[in-house]
C-alpha cells in the first residue's frame, strides 16, 4: 500500500535533534510524494524552521502532558487531527513509543528498548558503534531494506558569516564541561591570539558559571551572550560566525550542521559516535593519555575533576583555532 502521510517523533535533545537531520533528509528521498510531519519536544521545536519542509509539527510539552498517560493522551489529540499511514520514534524511551501506539499509525517502527517492542508495529535491534546520526538513518534502511549512505547534515539557513569567534564552555555533564579555571586559562589565551570578537554562549542555567569564569579575567574585551539568546538567535550567531570553540555539547552539532567550522573538545564522549557529523568542518581535540577515556559517563568517577579536558593543552588549542580561522577567511 502506498505511504502518503508520515509521522516522525524526533529526539528531545538539542545534538540528538540535530543528527536527525539526516534521517529527515533520507526519509523524503524515500518518500518523496509522502506528507511528512514530525513531534517535537517544546523549546528545541524552535530548530525546525531549518529543517527540511514538513506538513505538520506537533508541539509536545512535558510539563502539560506529563508521564505515560500525558504521552497517551498527547497521542490521542493527534490521531483526532490527522491520521498516519506510518509512524517513525527516534527516541529510546517508553513514553516516545505510547505516544506512537495512541496516534494509531497503520506502521509504527522503532529499536527495543524499555520493554516497548509491543507497541510496534515493525521492531529491530539498535546497531552497535555506528555514529548516532546513522543509527537513526538504520532504523530507515532496516524498515525498507535499502541502504542510503549518508554524507552529511545541513540546516538550512540564508545567514551571511561576520567577523566573530564563539565559544562554549559548557556541557549537561560534568565529565564534558570544562573547569572555571582552565576556561579562564584557554580564553585568556585565545583572546591574546585571536583578533576577532569573542562570544561566549550557554543556556540560562549555566550563565552562574559563565559569570564565575570571566571574573577571573576582569580585563576581557569578551561578550557574554549566556542566558541572552533563544534557539533561533542562537542559530544565527553560530552560522554567522566564522568558527566555534566547544565542548561536547548541543551547540557543536548546531554549528555544524549549519556550516560553521567547530573544534570540539571532547572528554568522556566517544567521537566515534556523537561528534558533529560534517567531518570536513570539524576537528576533534583528545587527550588521549589516560586509560578511561572515553568513559561515557556524566560524572568523571575517577578523579572528580575530568583530567581528560583539564589536562589539554590550551596553546595547542589556541593554535588549531588560529590555523582555522587563517583558512576560512579568503
Same mark, same amino acid.
Given at each position: 500500500?502506498?505511504?502518503?502521510?508520515?509521522?516522525?517523533?524526533?529526539?528531545?535533545?538539542?545534538?540528538?535533534?540535530?543528527?536527525?537531520?539526516?534521517?529527515?533528509?533520507?526519509?523524503?528521498?524515500?518518500?518523496?510524494?509522502?506528507?511528512?510531519?514530525?513531534?517535537?519536544? %517544546? !523549546? #528545541?521545536?524552535?530548530?525546525?524552521? =531549518?529543517?527540511?519542509?514538513? *506538513?505538520? $509539527?506537533?508541539? &509536545? /510539552?512535558?510539563?502539560?502532558? %506529563? !508521564? #505515560?498517560?500525558?504521552?497517551?493522551? =498527547?497521542?490521542?489529540?493527534? *490521531?483526532? $487531527?490527522?491520521? &498516519? /499511514?506510518?509512524?517513525?520514534?527516534?527516541?529510546?524511551?517508553?513514553?516516545?513509543?505510547?505516544?506512537?501506539?495512541?496516534?494509531?499509525?497503520?506502521?509504527?517502527?522503532?529499536?527495543?528498548?524499555?520493554?516497548?517492542?509491543?507497541?510496534?508495529?515493525?521492531?529491530?535491534?539498535?546497531?552497535?558503534?555506528?555514529?548516532?546520526?546513522?543509527?537513526?538513518?538504520?532504523?530507515?534502511?532496516?524498515?525498507?531494506?535499502?541502504?542510503?549512505?549518508?554524507?552529511?547534515?545541513?540546516?538550512?539557513?540564508?545567514?551571511?558569516?561576520?567577523?566573530?569567534?564563539?565559544?562554549?564552555?559548557?556541557?549537561?555533564?560534568?565529565?564534558?564541561?570544562?573547569?572555571?579555571?582552565?576556561?579562564?586559562?584557554?580564553?585568556?589565551?585565545?583572546?591574546?591570539?585571536?583578533?576577532?570578537?569573542?562570544?561566549?554562549?550557554?543556556?540560562?542555567?549555566?550563565?552562574?558559571?559563565?559569570?564565575?569564569?570571566?571574573?577571573?579575567?576582569?580585563?576581557?574585551?569578551?561578550?557574554?551572550?549566556?542566558?541572552?539568546?533563544?534557539?533561533?538567535?542562537?542559530?544565527?550567531?553560530?552560522?554567522?560566525?566564522?568558527?566555534?570553540?566547544?565542548?561536547?555539547?548541543?551547540?557543536?552539532?548546531?554549528?555544524?550542521?549549519?556550516?560553521?567550522?567547530?573544534?570540539?573538545?571532547?572528554?568522556?564522549?566517544?567521537?566515534?559516535?556523537?561528534?558533529?557529523?560534517?567531518?570536513?568542518?570539524?576537528?576533534?581535540?583528545?587527550?588521549?593519555?589516560?586509560?578511561?577515556?572515553?568513559?561515557?559517563?556524566?560524572?568523571?568517577?575517577?578523579?572528580?575533576?575530568?583530567?581528560?579536558?583539564?589536562?589539554?593543552?590550551?596553546?595547542?588549542?589556541?593554535?588549531?583555532?588560529?590555523?582555522?580561522?587563517?583558512?576560512?577567511?579568503?
Amino acid at each position: 500500500m502506498e505511504v502518503s502521510k508520515i509521522l516522525v517523533r524526533l529526539p528531545n535533545w538539542l545534538g540528538d535533534m540535530v543528527m536527525a537531520v539526516g534521517f529527515m533528509q533520507q526519509l523524503q528521498q524515500q518518500y518523496p510524494s509522502a506528507a511528512i510531519s514530525v513531534i517535537a519536544k %517544546k !523549546g #528545541i521545536h524552535q530548530l525546525l524552521p =531549518f529543517f527540511p519542509p514538513m *506538513q505538520h $509539527q506537533f508541539v &509536545f /510539552d512535558k510539563s502539560v502532558y %506529563k !508521564g #505515560i498517560a500525558g504521552a497517551w493522551r =498527547f497521542g490521542k489529540e493527534i *490521531q483526532k $487531527q490527522e491520521t &498516519f /499511514d506510518l509512524f517513525f520514534c527516534l527516541p529510546d524511551s517508553f513514553s516516545s513509543a505510547v505516544m506512537g501506539r495512541a496516534i494509531g499509525a497503520r506502521k509504527r517502527v522503532g529499536y527495543k528498548k524499555e520493554v516497548r517492542t509491543f507497541l510496534f508495529t515493525h521492531v529491530y535491534t539498535k546497531p552497535a558503534h555506528l555514529h548516532r546520526a546513522d543509527v537513526y538513518v538504520s532504523l530507515l534502511e532496516k524498515y525498507t531494506g535499502k541502504r542510503f549512505p549518508l554524507t552529511g547534515i545541513q540546516l538550512k539557513h540564508d545567514f551571511t558569516k561576520e567577523a566573530y569567534v564563539v565559544v562554549n564552555i559548557n556541557s549537561e555533564a560534568s565529565s564534558r564541561r570544562l573547569t572555571e579555571q582552565k576556561a579562564a586559562e584557554l580564553l585568556s589565551i585565545l583572546e591574546g591570539a585571536v583578533p576577532q570578537k569573542i562570544v561566549l554562549i550557554g543556556a540560562p542555567k549555566e550563565a552562574a558559571f559563565i559569570h564565575g569564569v570571566l571574573k577571573k579575567l576582569p580585563h576581557t574585551r569578551i561578550e557574554n551572550k549566556a542566558g541572552k539568546t533563544d534557539l533561533p538567535q542562537l542559530v544565527q550567531l553560530l552560522a554567522s560566525a566564522r568558527l566555534l570553540l566547544t565542548t561536547d555539547s548541543g551547540p557543536a552539532h548546531l554549528a555544524n550542521a549549519l556550516g560553521t567550522y567547530t573544534i570540539v573538545l571532547f572528554g568522556a564522549g566517544n567521537e566515534k559516535e556523537t561528534a558533529p557529523y560534517n567531518q570536513d568542518l570539524r576537528t576533534v581535540i583528545r587527550l588521549g593519555q589516560l586509560s578511561c577515556e572515553p568513559c561515557e559517563k556524566n560524572v568523571c568517577v575517577r578523579y572528580g575533576i575530568p583530567q581528560c579536558l583539564e589536562r589539554l593543552n590550551a596553546v595547542a588549542i589556541v593554535d588549531e583555532v588560529t590555523t582555522r580561522l587563517n583558512n576560512t577567511i579568503s
